[in-house]
């Protein structure tokens, strides 16, 4: 028998298909597996279950008859089927169900879907990424919520790998791209800095895919790319990653995305040692610690991106000098720690 059953969204053999939710499932997978071993680990991808409702249900009866333990990582919709589902079929199996959150929405999305509460206060655990979504919960009546920080395999450098920037200063995004991580916000910040100081002072990469429904939209703004903005596709790779953004200044990530919890991306920036500007949005301010390995802005006011750069380019150390600081805090979100919590209550 498995110690554990992983039923989340692994979407197998598509490495270009681009999800925190996809990031969180294989990491977690992978973890699990180093710390307890790739027999006792085994994986159901739920991608598409909506095709054949009736062959996930037979899975999802396999894994509880195969696993002592089961954790789902389901997005929305999947929360309306998944713990229901494998709490009825575990009425004769009696194994411990746990639910580990992908992003910060959780919260909000029971204030409107009630229902679901009474379900998931049976489950064995409930992991969010950050301690507010813990309050929040607890608020709501939940005792059964513990805190697992986001992470993903990804290589911290040492710091003797640190590189350290000079003008013109390379920023860049790394995540996916659509409206509400501020894509448009990087770009339009970028071109006013370098307007403001008169020179090309900075550069932007931008890095990810873009959501089905963004495309039309990115391929415009793509077309009015000056020659310091360019579009570099899609990265991937535990330690290309880390190579790749070393180079860089900073990492802007000026998100307003609803769903947005713990981003893996900011974990990313902090391997390679380069800090974030980011806005205060929803729990950033709970993983990036301004004025230490970041900065921080009001996520209301978007022409003070803009501004933070301007300032940057005329005292580069109030950049440079967060390095090291943010390799610190990378280890802190790396896969050992961050998989102690549950494999302690898989125990």
């Not at 095709?51 to 389901?74: D, F, S, T, Y």
């Not at 981003?263 to 980011?278: E, K, Q, R, W």
Request: aromatic share 10%.
């Amino acid at each position: 028998m498995y110690k554990v059953g992983i039923c989340g969204h692994f979407a197998f053999g598509d490495e270009q298909f681009n999800s925190g939710q996809k990031d969180k499932t294989q990491s977690v997978y992978s973890a699990l597996v180093k710390v307890l071993g790739k027999n006792n680990v085994v994986a159901l991808d739920t991608r598409g279950w909506q095709k054949n409702p009736l062959r996930l249900i037979l899975q999802c009866k396999k894994l509880l008859a195969e696993c002592e333990n089961i954790i789902m990582l389901p997005a929305t919709n999947g929360l309306k089927i998944f713990p229901f589902l494998f709490e009825t079929l575990n009425s004769f199996y009696k194994r411990k169900l746990h639910y580990a959150v992908v992003g910060g929405w959780l919260a909000d999305f029971l204030k409107s879907n009630t229902n679901l509460i009474k379900s998931l206060k049976k489950l064995d655990g409930i992991f969010v990424e950050v301690p507010s979504m813990q309050r929040e919960l607890n608020i709501m009546g939940f005792t059964n919520v513990h805190v697992m920080p986001n992470f993903h395999e990804v290589m911290i450098l040492s710091t003797d790998e640190l590189c350290f920037q000079s003008e013109p200063y390379k920023l860049c995004t790394f995540s996916r791209i659509r409206s509400e991580k501020g894509i448009e916000d990087a770009v339009e910040a970028v071109r006013n800095a370098n307007a403001a100081l008169g020179r090309t002072a900075y550069t932007l990469d931008i890095y990810g895919l873009p959501d089905e429904d963004y495309k039309e939209r990115f391929e415009e703004l793509k077309s009015t790319f000056e020659p310091f903005i360019t579009y570099k596709g899609f990265l991937s790779g535990t330690e290309s990653i880390s190579r790749e953004l070393c180079s860089y200044f900073a990492m802007l990530f000026p998100t307003r995305y609803e769903g947005e919890g713990f981003a893996g991306t900011i974990v990313d920036a902090f391997s390679a040692g380069v800090p974030v500007i980011a806005t205060d949005w929803k729990y950033n301010k709970e993983v990036v610690t301004h004025g230490i390995d970041g900065i921080l802005y009001n996520v209301e006011d978007r022409g003070q991106l803009s501004i933070i750069l301007i300032e940057a380019a005329d005292n580069p150390d109030t950049i440079n000098s967060m390095r090291k600081a943010c390799l610190i805090r990378a280890r802190e979100f790396s896969p050992e720690n961050g998989i102690k919590i549950i494999v302690d209550k898989l125990r």
